[in-house]
């Protein structure tokens, strides 16, 4: 069983940074693929990123490629998402998810854990 809690999340001008916090519960946090997904008003979730146990691959969907990145830390048992250049269409709720597999995927469905959500609002 993981629990996952996002915080970082808060109101930033367009042109901005963020940095998106995800700890998890539990021992076998190394264990987890972790993902970010994101939710915005009247639109379905959406992969933004994920990584792999060792942090060795990374995947990004294409319109966060460049701006966003993904990392963690095993011995802080914490996921990370560095947003810069942040544009008013990154406005969501943004979720971590952690996955009992080392496959880097990017279907919602096959992520085990979510996170409660953490909002980000970009302003024009």
């Known amino acids: 069983q993981v629990q996952l809690v996002e915080s970082g999340g808060g109101l930033v001008q367009a042109g901005g940074s963020l940095k998106l916090s995800c700890a998890a519960s539990?021992?076998?946090?190394?264990?987890?693929?972790m993902g970010w997904f994101r939710q915005a008003p009247g639109k379905e979730r959406e992969f933004v990123a994920a990584i792999s146990w060792s942090g060795g691959t990374t995947d990004y969907t294409d319109s966060v490629k460049g701006r966003f990145t993904i990392s963690r830390d095993n011995a802080k048992n914490t996921a990370y998402l560095q947003m810069n250049s942040l544009k008013p269409e990154d406005t969501a709720i943004y979720y971590c998810?952690?996955?009992?597999?080392?496959?880097?995927?990017?279907?919602?469905?096959?992520?085990?854990?979510w996170g409660q959500g953490t909002q980000v609002t970009v302003s024009s």
């Open positions: 998810a952690a996955r009992s597999n080392n496959v880097v995927v990017r279907s919602s469905g096959l992520y085990n854990y």
């Open positions: 539990g021992r076998t946090f190394s264990s987890y693929v």
